[in-house]
């Protein structure tokens, strides 16, 4: 392998150190592989970091079941997975149950039938019984027809993120940032090697987790696939305790309390290229939204406006496999809204298709990502 590091002799090189980055290169690592991964920027800053962690989609019963099979599975693989990072890192990803209180206006009779079938545990609620708390306004304590679901989780992704950095560099990670992927050269069926910005590299398999930014590095190798960037804002608020026992969600509004006091309130879905940019309308929007569902957010004040890009793909359905026309590059990307929850099974997934291991279910869906 070329490049400033001197390495060589690398199994794979993973393009991308978001959270599926990294939980790639973790599972690799844990096998044996010898890994780098290259990152344009800095590890775990764009999407991975921006989300909010709630561990299901927000309606799960409003999404495909190639979607919700694979939040499912990878979801009830992160308490054992968050308590093992805690373990070999020392950092605390804060995985808790939390539970998710969904209010109206949703189809309760398609969800509390969507829930039964898949064997979701729900329970009908009012606000005023389940959030409990003084903070609540007029609009909660008349609600009587919300659903509970109690064993949704959430994570801090910025604490997940550190923890997975620390573990895939203890296991012999090499991890360089800002390092942009340039080209990717191929010939007679094999990508030979990647250009970059800090030289040439080399390796045996190559896979591409670069989010939304994943159909601009492969460039000429895309085909079609159809991953692009979405943006998202949140804002954070903080409290002297945490102001909600729950998740609350609303539509695509929902607010997060965290154990220390922080509120994440969120988030846009905003087709507007690859601009970052955080703007005063969304914030506002956000604000006054939440607000209504939590009158004492009036007299707190604004502690961060931040935005992601997601990496949006058709029905949010992600690709995942290996390249239809060069047989040592793989996909892991267009994750859309649920990167941090789809982390563990994705990865799982792909290496039991480099490795040739049976899969847990039809796997199908997400090979088709490259569109041919």
């Known amino acids: 392998m070329n490049g400033r ?83 070999a890192s020392g950092i605390d990803p804060e995985y808790e149950m939390s539970g998710m209180l969904v209010l109206p206006p949703f189809d309760a009779h398609a969800a509390q039938q969507w829930c039964a079938t898949h064997g979701v545990k729900a329970e009908r609620a009012s606000r005023a019984a389940v959030l409990a708390t003084p903070t609540a306004g007029k609009e909660a304590r008349e609600e009587s027809d919300a659903l509970l679901l109690p064993e949704v989780a959430q994570v801090r992704n910025p604490r997940l993120l550190r923890a997975l950095r620390k573990r895939v560099e203890a296991l012999g990670g090499h991890i360089i940032e800002r390092c942009a992927v340039h080209d990717i050269v191929a010939g007679s069926g094999q990508v030979q090697a990647l250009a970059t910005a800090c030289g040439t590299f080399s390796a045996q398999g190559y896979i591409v987790t670069a989010g939304a930014w994943s159909k601009q590095v492969l460039g000429r190798h895309a085909l079609n696939l159809e991953i692009k960037p979405a943006r998202g804002q949140m804002l954070l608020f903080r409290f002297a305790a945490a102001p909600l026992r729950f998740i609350l969600l609303q539509g695509d509004l929902y607010l997060i309390s965290r154990s220390d006091g922080h509120l994440l309130v969120g988030s846009t879905l905003e087709d507007v290229g690859f601009d970052k940019q955080t703007t005063i309308a969304a914030r506002d929007d956000l604000f006054e939204r939440a607000q209504r569902l939590l009158p004492a957010l009036a007299s ?29 590059l793989y996909i892991n990307s267009g994750h859309f809204r649920y990167g941090v929850t789809m982390a563990p099974g994705s990865a799982e997934i792909l290496i039991n298709e480099i490795s040739g291991t049976p899969q847990p279910f039809d796997v199908a869906p997400y090979r088709a990502g490259w569109g041919i």
């Open 300 to 328: 707190m004040p604004l502690v961060q406006h931040w935005a992601g890009l997601r990496p949006a793909s058709p029905r949010n359905i992600p690709a995942i496999g290996r390249h239809p026309q060069l047989d040592n």
């Open 5 to 87: 590091n001197g390495m060589k002799n690398q199994d794979f090189i993973v393009i991308g150190a978001g959270i599926i980055g990294l939980a790639t290169a973790e599972r690799l690592l844990a096998q044996g592989a010898a890994v780098t991964i290259l990152e344009r920027g800095e590890v775990g800053q764009e999407s991975s970091w921006a989300g909010g962690g709630i561990l299901s989609p927000l309606c799960p019963w409003d999404y495909p079941d190639e979607v919700t099979r694979l939040t499912s599975y990878s979801a009830a693989l992160f308490a054992a997975w968050a308590d093992n990072l805690h373990m």
